[in-house]
C-alpha cells in the first residue's frame, strides 16, 4: 500500500527567521497472554479478537494526549494538569499548567514537553518546571510533538505547518504543507520520527506521509474504505505510533480501532475494536457541529513496546503486546 508519489508532491521547505487535578485512580495492570490475527478485508463491524494486558484509570478530566519516558514512567495531560504513573498505572505526581495541555511528548533524558495553545512547556522526569519556550504566535495551537535528537517537531494544524525547533524552542524551520496535503483537523495532527523521516497522519486524506526532516516528500499510505485494512470516517487515524521495527500502530475515532500495519502500511491486525470503547463510540457519534473535536484515542509505546492505549472520554489507560 506504501507508494512514492514524488510528482505530486515538492519540497515545501520554507525558512523563518522566528527563531487532577488530574488524578488518580491507580490501577493494578494486569498482563494476559495472546494476540490473534484478524483477516484482511473484513468489515468495519469486526470484532478484535486481540486480548488486552490490562488497563488503568487515571481520574483525568479532559484527557488530551499520553507519552512514556525514562523508566516507563507514562505521562497524561488533560486540561490544565500533567500527571505522571508508574508503569503498572500508580499515580506518581501531578502539576497544574497555565493553560490548557493539547499534546505531550518525552526526550531521552527524561525531559517532558508539553504542547499548549500557543507555545511549548519543559518539566523534568519528576514534573519540575524547567523551561517555557517562547509563543509560536497567537494563532499556533499546538496538535502534536516529536522528538528528533536535540530537535523537536511541533504540529500547528490551524496554520498546516510543522514548525522545527532546537532543543530551547529556537524556530529553525517551517515545514509547510501543500495545498494538496492540507487535511488535517485542528484537534488531530500527529507525528512520529523513525530512521531519519518525518511520519506525519493526514486524517482527512485518510493517509499516513513521510517526510525527510528538511520536509521533503517521500511516501504515503492509506485510504479511505470501511474494509478493516482501511480508515473510514471523516478523519482517520487520528493518531500514530511506530515500533522499533518500523511498523505502524494506528488509532481512529468514529469507530474506534487500533490496528497493525507494518514498515510499507500494509495492514496486519486488528488490535483493538469498537467494542471496547463504546463510551468513545458514543461520544463521537453524538457530536454536534464541532468538526472531528471529541472522542478519540491516543497512542504511546514504552521500552518494552507495549502500546498504551489512551481513551479520551473514559480517561482510562489500555495496554496491547
Known amino acids: 500500500m506504501s507508494q512514492e508519489n514524488r510528482t505530486s508532491r515538492r519540497q515545501f521547505l520554507t525558512r523563518s527567521a522566528q527563531g487532577a487535578a488530574l488524578l488518580g485512580i491507580g490501577g493494578t495492570v494486569g498482563y494476559v497472554a495472546g494476540t490473534h490475527r484478524a483477516r484482511q478485508g473484513v468489515a468495519s463491524n469486526a470484532t478484535s479478537t486481540a486480548q488486552p494486558l490490562g488497563s488503568f484509570r487515571t481520574g483525568a478530566a479532559r484527557p488530551r494526549g499520553i507519552a512514556v519516558g525514562r523508566d516507563d514512567r507514562i505521562y497524561i495531560v488533560a486540561d490544565r494538569n500533567l500527571a505522571s504513573f508508574a508503569n503498572d498505572g500508580t499515580p506518581l505526581g501531578q502539576v497544574t499548567l497555565g493553560r490548557p495541555a ?74 509547510r504543507r501543500n495545498a494538496v496535503g492540507a487535511a488535517s483537523p485542528t484537534e488531530f495532527f500527529s507525528l512520529a520520527i523513525r530512521d531519519g523521516r518525518l511520519h506525519v497522519a493526514n486524517p482527512q486524506r485518510h493517509r499516513i506521509e513521510s517526510y525527510t526532516l528538511e520536509g521533503g516528500f517521500v511516501s504515503s499510505w492509506g485510504e479511505r474504505s470501511r474494509d478493516l485494512a482501511g480508515f473510514s470516517g ?66 504511546a509505546l514504552d521500552s518494552r513496546e507495549r502500546i498504551l492505549i489512551l481513551d479520551r472520554v473514559t480517561a482510562e489507560v489500555h495496554f496491547v503486546g
Not at 111 to 117: E, P, S, T
Not at 280 to 294: F, R, V
Open 102 to 175: 493539547r499534546c505531550v511528548a518525552t526526550r531521552q533524558n527524561g525531559d517532558v514537553l508539553v504542547g499548549l495553545a500557543r507555545n511549548v512547556e519543559v518539566f523534568d522526569a519528576d514534573l519540575t518546571h524547567r523551561a517555557s519556550w517562547k509563543s509560536l504566535g497567537n494563532e499556533t495551537p499546538i496538535n502534536g510533538l516529536a522528538v528528533a535528537g536535540d530537535d523537536v517537531f511541533v504540529a500547528d494544524a490551524l496554520n498546516e505547518l510543522i514548525w522545527q525547533c532546537d532543543g530551547d524552542g529556537n524556530v529553525l524551520n517551517r515545514i
Open 234 to 299: 471523516c478523519c482517520n487515524p487520528v493518531s500514530f505510533a511506530m515500533l522499533g521495527d518500523g511498523r505502524f500502530v494506528t488509532a481512529e475515532r468514529g469507530q474506534p480501532r487500533v490496528k497493525l500495519y507494518d514498515s510499507n502500511g500494509q495492514f496486519s491486525e486488528l488490535l483493538a475494536g469498537p467494542e471496547q470503547f463504546s463510551a468513545n463510540a458514543q461520544a463521537s457519534a453524538t457530536e454536534t457541529g464541532t468538526g472531528c473535536q471529541t472522542g478519540g484515542l491516543d497512542l
